[in-house]
């Protein structure tokens, strides 16, 4: 006869874990994905702080632009040459957070907070989109937010550019959020006050960034009337009434020919379109993670693209199939927005698609028109696949390929800023020879890097700038930059042959150069500059950068 003897307690706990132990590791589990999110944004912060030497091109001309508007009341030698005349714009915002940051942590430090700013708010502003529209608290959109954080705007240094981007996702997620609200309660009080909160944020995207904006008015568009109850959508685009009557009148201040009193017109080649091949066009679908030349960032990008658009497949699937049985109340309204959510989304991706094989590649001053689109069209994907449409390969392809993306994404930047150093050594000093007061002429011969690509170093003449009065041969004069030349600045006799970015040789005979007193050279670090005419000699050579002065 077998006799039963119960388990005591240990051999029970030996088998399964007591509630407060399960309690724990799930919570584990939660908080690790958070903390992974950390670590990598943390890294990808100090990419622009521990380094020394910045590969990023527009900033070092930032730096100096901030240090020239916020000491001009006070320069009488930069006033002989230019013109300060800022008004409300697209670029507001960027010229308020430098001159906010200038008086704090200098001009350099400005640029490397501004440059800061979009890895943060871009991972910051997808998480509140995800949550807002799907219901998703997960980390994922963050690390899919980082993954894009290190692209060859980044490079460009189109910092206000990414920063305004940022705004435009959380205004479009306002946006949308109004949209599902009208959808069922057009006449609802929550309805009107999402309605103005709309109204209130829709300027602060245009000062972002007018490009930003402009594709903000487009996607407003597409969405009221991909889904939902079109009418009480459309009756919604009033509230963009009051930043559409603000860009009118900045428009109409940027009319024609005007410059301001005691500058003079400087032709900026108007609004001739410059169209790309049909190769070269396709090739940016790569630039939302092109940032070196080793390839590791091309196949992280390849990775991301196939991530997505196997999520989106899904999430389409999805949403032809309908919506699934057994929701009710509260779970089926949510879901009904989320879907209503999903195809606008899904619709203003399309359209930009569409636009992005249209565009030039620039217009006029205005570049990289077309390639803008891209990382957007990526934002829209990442924000409108919808789990609940996943299955078990495809959620653990977002789950998993999202952070492992973004990490490598991050080293990639670390590693390729800390090889950067040395291709820059040299440049604080022979910046060092440069005193106040004088004219220096930049000829970046060899700007490029062998490590990162873009032109790191057509710019590096404003870190003198920054940190005195001096005038040098390439300041952007619109409305962005509020700078504009007086008769007596000598960057209006340049050549037309003149640009930082594509010089390859240097005609010296071209040059007039008695309205410089020195003249910096760029080349490879183990290359040698050509020879200087006999009206200037030698002041220092450091690595790559030569430096000459008048005799």
């Given at each position: 006869m077998?006799?039963?003897v119960?388990?005591?307690t240990?051999?029970?706990?030996?088998?399964a874990?007591?509630?407060?132990?399960?309690?724990?590791?799930?919570?584990?589990?939660?908080?690790?994905?958070w903390a992974?999110l950390?670590i990598?944004g943390l890294?990808?912060?100090?990419?622009f702080w521990?380094?020394?030497?910045?590969?990023?091109?527009?900033?070092?001309?930032?730096?100096?632009l901030i240090a020239?508007?916020?000491?001009?009341?006070?320069?009488?030698f930069?006033q002989?040459?230019f013109v300060?005349?800022?008004?409300i714009g697209?670029y507001s915002?960027?010229?308020?957070?430098g001159?906010?940051f200038?008086?704090?942590?200098?001009?350099v430090?400005?640029?490397?907070?501004?440059?800061t700013?979009?890895v943060?708010?871009?991972?910051l502003?997808?998480l509140?989109a995800r949550?807002t529209?799907?219901g998703?608290?997960s980390p994922i959109?963050?690390?899919f937010g980082?993954?894009?954080a290190?692209?060859?705007?980044?490079?460009?240094?189109?910092a206000?550019?990414?920063?305004?981007?940022?705004?435009?996702?959380?205004g479009l997620t306002?946006w949308l959020d109004?949209l599902?609200?009208a959808?069922v309660?057009?006449h609802?009080?929550?309805?009107r006050r999402r309605e103005?909160?709309?109204?209130g944020?829709?300027p602060l995207?245009f000062?972002?960034?007018g490009h930003?904006?402009?594709?903000?008015?487009?996607?407003?568009?597409?969405s009221?009337?991909?889904?939902g109850?079109r009418?009480?959508?459309?009756?919604?685009?009033r509230?963009?009434?009051?930043?559409?009557?603000l860009?009118a009148?900045?428009?109409?201040?940027e009319?024609?020919?005007?410059?301001?009193?005691?500058?003079v017109?400087v032709?900026?080649?108007?609004?001739?379109?410059h169209?790309?091949?049909?190769?070269?066009?396709?090739?940016?679908?790569?630039t939302?993670t092109?940032?070196?030349?080793?390839?590791?960032?091309?196949?992280a990008?390849?990775?991301?693209?196939?991530?997505l658009i196997?999520?989106?497949v899904?999430?389409?699937?999805?949403?032809?199939?309908g919506?699934p049985?057994?929701l009710?109340g509260?779970?089926?309204?949510?879901d009904a927005?989320s879907?209503?959510?999903?195809?606008?989304?899904?619709a203003?991706?399309?359209?930009?698609?569409l636009?992005?094989?249209?565009l030039?590649?620039a217009?006029?001053w205005?570049?990289?028109?077309?390639?803008?689109?891209?990382?957007?069209?990526?934002?829209?994907?990442?924000l409108?696949?919808r789990?609940?449409?996943?299955g078990r390969?495809?959620?653990?392809?977002?789950?998993?390929?999202?952070?492992?993306?973004a990490?490598?994404?991050?080293?990639?930047?670390?590693g390729a800023?800390?090889r950067?150093?040395d291709e820059?050594?040299?440049?604080h000093?022979v910046?060092?020879?440069v005193?106040?007061?004088?004219?220096?002429?930049?000829?970046?011969?060899?700007?490029n890097?062998?490590t990162?690509t873009?032109?790191?170093?057509?710019?590096y003449?404003?870190?003198?700038?920054a940190e005195?009065?001096i005038?040098v041969?390439?300041?952007?004069f619109?409305?962005?930059?509020?700078?504009?030349?007086?008769?007596q600045?000598?960057?209006?006799?340049?050549?037309?042959?003149y640009?930082e970015?594509?010089?390859?040789?240097?005609d010296?005979?071209?040059?007039?150069?008695d309205?410089?007193d020195?003249?910096?050279?760029?080349?490879?670090p183990?290359?040698?500059?050509?020879?200087?005419?006999a009206?200037?000699?030698l002041?220092?050579h450091?690595?790559?950068w030569?430096?000459?002065r008048?005799?």
């Open positions: 077998t006799s039963h119960s388990q005591p240990g051999a029970a706990t030996a088998e874990p007591p509630a407060s132990e399960h309690a724990r590791a799930t919570s584990a589990a939660g908080v690790l994905p992974g950390g990598v890294g990808a912060m100090l990419v521990i380094f020394d030497a910045l590969p990023f091109q527009d900033l070092p001309a930032h730096a100096g020239m508007r916020h000491r001009f009341p006070d320069s009488a930069e002989r040459f300060l005349a800022p008004h697209p915002l960027f010229r308020f957070l001159e906010l200038v008086r704090v942590i200098g001009p430090g400005a640029v490397r907070a501004i440059a700013l979009p943060i708010a871009t991972p502003a997808l509140y949550r529209l799907h998703d608290r959109a963050g690390f980082l993954a894009l290190f692209g060859l705007m980044t490079l460009l240094g189109f206000s550019y990414l920063l305004g981007v940022a705004v435009m996702l959380v306002l109004l599902a609200r959808d309660a057009p609802a009080a929550s309805t103005l909160v709309v109204a944020f829709a995207m000062v972002g960034h930003a904006f402009v594709l903000f008015l487009a996607l407003a568009g597409v009221c009337l991909a889904a109850n009418r009480a959508r459309l009756v919604r685009l509230a963009l009434v009051p930043a559409i009557g860009a009148y900045v428009a109409w201040l009319r024609g020919p005007t410059t301001p009193p005691g500058s017109s032709s900026q080649g108007g609004l001739t379109p169209f790309q091949g049909l190769a070269d066009k396709l090739s940016l679908l790569f939302p092109l940032l070196t030349r080793s390839g590791v960032d091309v196949a990008g390849i990775a991301l693209w196939a991530v196997a999520a989106s899904a999430t389409i699937r999805g949403l032809r199939a919506s049985g057994g009710v509260a779970d089926a309204a949510a927005r879907r209503a959510h999903s195809r606008g989304l899904y203003g991706a399309l359209v930009l698609g636009l992005f094989l249209a030039p590649h217009i006029g205005f570049g990289f028109v077309d390639g803008r689109l891209v990382p957007i069209v990526l934002y829209l994907a990442i409108a696949f789990r609940e449409s996943l390969v495809g959620r653990a392809g977002v789950e998993r390929g999202a952070p492992a993306i990490t490598t994404m991050v080293l990639v930047a670390l800023s800390y950067f150093q820059a050594r040299g440049f000093e910046l060092a020879e005193p106040r007061e004088a004219r220096l002429l930049n000829l970046p011969l060899d700007p890097s062998s990162f873009a032109h790191p170093f057509i710019h003449d404003k870190l003198v700038l005195r009065p005038v041969s390439d300041i952007w619109h409305q962005g930059s509020a700078l504009y030349p007086t008769p600045n000598p960057a209006l006799r340049l050549p037309d042959s640009s970015s594509d010089l390859h040789v240097i010296w005979p071209a040059y007039k150069l309205d410089w020195y003249v910096l050279v760029r080349t490879r183990e290359g040698t500059a050509p020879p200087p005419p009206a200037l000699e002041a220092d450091r690595g790559g030569w430096l000459y008048k005799r």
